[in-house]
């Protein structure tokens, strides 16, 4: 079992960077993998990077490809998702989540076990 906490969302400029965190409860974090989605309105849930419990193997939508990166800390429990070059389009609640398979890195949101209550990321042009 773990809790999960996202936070480092903002508004910011286009072409500008935020760090999101992911901060997991308790001495377990080395256990899971952990990917990001991220929801707009009226939109569906889609899949935005994902990394194994190692960090070896990781998974990033294309979208995001050369813009954003994922890394993990697991001796503080905490994952981060650092963005660069942010565009309007990438406005959303970005969700941590965190997968039971320990070396899953990939897109399927049902293979997910535990999420964060998602932090705002806004993008203006």
């Known amino acids: 079992q773990v809790q999960l906490v996202a936070s480092g969302g903002g508004l910011v400029q286009a072409g500008g960077s935020l760090r999101l965190s992911c901060a997991a409860s308790?001495?377990?974090?080395?256990?899971?993998?952990m990917g990001w989605f991220r929801q707009a309105p009226g939109r569906q849930r889609e899949f935005v990077v994902a990394s194994s419990r190692s960090g070896g193997s990781t998974s990033y939508a294309n979208f995001v490809k050369g813009r954003f990166t994922i890394s993990r800390d697991n001796a503080k429990n905490t994952v981060y998702l650092q963005m660069n070059s942010l565009k309007p389009e990438d406005t959303a609640v970005y969700y941590c989540?965190?997968?039971?398979?320990?070396?899953?890195?990939?897109?399927?949101?049902?293979?997910?076990?535990?999420w964060g209550q998602g932090t705002q990321v806004t993008v203006s042009s």
């Open positions: 308790g001495r377990t974090f080395s256990r899971y993998a």
């Open positions: 989540a965190a997968s039971s398979d320990a070396d899953y890195s990939g897109s399927n949101y049902a293979k997910y076990d535990y």
